[in-house]
């Protein structure tokens, strides 16, 4: 295969975290940001090695990590603007080539401009030019968020029609175009398509980190809804058929793992519901960090994905300041592959 999208579950080199600031969403609560951000990057980088990119002063963020516990061979600062804090979405989507590691800098603008992402659609280019990721950097004239695709490292990209078919991203997509092009930029082979599933506050049209993630090339761990009188039931419901219908390269079913949903979180400012969820979590070299929110559910997902990963550590990280921006702990960090 002359490129591939590795597997998160593959070594990793760093995540990249962008670090929260006064004139982001979570500028109204930026002691909140920093307390949760410094919690995260304390956790990473007990498995693996932290690029932080910040606004301004540098010296005194690392200052910061440093006393929270980071290890100093283990944090690299560097100082860019951006818009605000989810990696996910602007940071690179590295791929492997016969050639060598290729990061590939594809548009993001903002979730088919719902907000605006100027400076975040920069930012991979200028990180490329600051310092020295391992491989080459491409630009990519496509809208795509890492948020939006999900790889098994086998050539199967597990992905959500609502989203990679928005005309408001791409004017003119079509199922066919997507699929050519990831083929061609991250070496599908296959393209699974889920037409269901969604959780209420999302502002990404159903990113498939929202909802169903590889933990194997032959296991997905799903949101879940058991209440019928959940809004939720009907779409996560409709998802887990489409789940069960899917068949891996070698013709079998998966083993789908389903992660419970959380009692409903509300926005404390005008009480519209966030999309709190469990399978927006991080596979990072020997470690599984998982979203919590102080709910009797976050402890079952702990446990059944403590099963879907027995040969990693898997800790629950409360997300409750992450969520109140409508995004949780996958979100905001984007992995940068090591040696496959």
Known sequence: MSTLLPAEWAPQAAVQLTWPHADGDFGPMLDAA???FLRLAVAIAEATP?????PDRPEARRAELL??????????MVALPSNDVWARDHGPITVWREDGWQHLDFRFDGWGGKFDATL????TAQLAEQIRLPGMTASVDWVLEGGSIESDG?????????CLLDTARNPGATREGVEALLRDQLGAQRVLWLAHGDLLGDDTDGHIDTLARFCSPDCIAYQ???DPSDAHFDTLRAMADELGALRTAQDKPYQLIPLPLPAAVFDPEDGHRLPAGYANFLISNALVLVPTYDDPADAIALERLHAAFPRHRVRGVDCRTLIRQHGSLHCVTMQIPSSP
């Open 34 to 36: 920093h307390d949760q």
């Open 50 to 54: 932290l690029l932080v990119v910040v």
């Open 67 to 76: 006393a929270g516990g980071v290890a100093p061979e283990r944090l690299q």
């Open 120 to 123: 975040d659609n920069a930012l």
């Open 154 to 162: 086998a050539g199967t990209i597990l992905t959500t029609a609502r």
């Open 224 to 226: 879940a809804c058991d």
